[in-house]
């Protein structure tokens, strides 16, 4: 068995950008940022790096991307990683990779990218293969589920 999924959580480099297939399909092209700090065992100084990741998004959910997301917002990413090639203009091969997304979690609220309002909410958007049918709800972000009860649980209520 063998599986494909990438899993990230960063901020969006730039706005969205839709474009359609000769097919008429729509299919959304954005890029998310993500950073990692370590301390470096020689000098002591705090160092960051930077990884860029290039996201595409079909049909519905690029729709909803673009509609919602813009630069600077916080989103995490499910999907499957993909490489393309293709032949340049100057005769040379050209790759490319990206994650295809299927699900979308937008992590901060509305005004964020603006800086104007805290983080208020999660979304979540997924991807359905499935066409609704005529008359059907189209697919909305809805809020996360609310955390499950934190209570806590004793050794005497396991039952085994």
Do not use: C
């Not at 100084?45 to 519905?60: D, L, P, S, T, Y």
């Not at 990413?77 to 295809?100: C, L, N, P």
Request: proline letters at 6%; zero cysteines.
């Amino acid at each position: 068995m063998d599986l494909n999924r990438a899993t990230i959580l960063g901020r969006m480099t730039q706005d969205p950008e839709v474009r359609t297939t000769t097919t008429g399909k729509s299919v959304t092209s954005f890029s998310i940022a993500t950073n990692s700090t370590w301390v470096d065992a020689t000098t002591k100084e705090k160092k960051e790096a930077v990884e860029f990741h290039n996201i595409v998004a079909w049909g519905r959910l690029g729709e909803i991307v673009a509609q919602y997301l813009k630069k600077g917002r916080q989103v995490y990413i499910e999907g499957r990683m993909q490489t393309r090639s293709w032949q340049a203009q100057d005769g040379s091969k050209r790759y490319k990779t990206e994650i295809v997304a299927d699900n979308v979690i937008l992590l901060d609220g509305r005004g964020a990218a603006t800086g104007s309002t805290p983080a208020a909410s999660t979304s979540e958007v997924r991807y359905e293969p499935a066409t609704p049918a005529e008359g059907a709800p189209a697919i909305e972000p809805r809020p996360a589920p609310a955390p499950a009860n934190t209570e806590e649980i004793s050794v005497e209520d396991i039952p085994f």
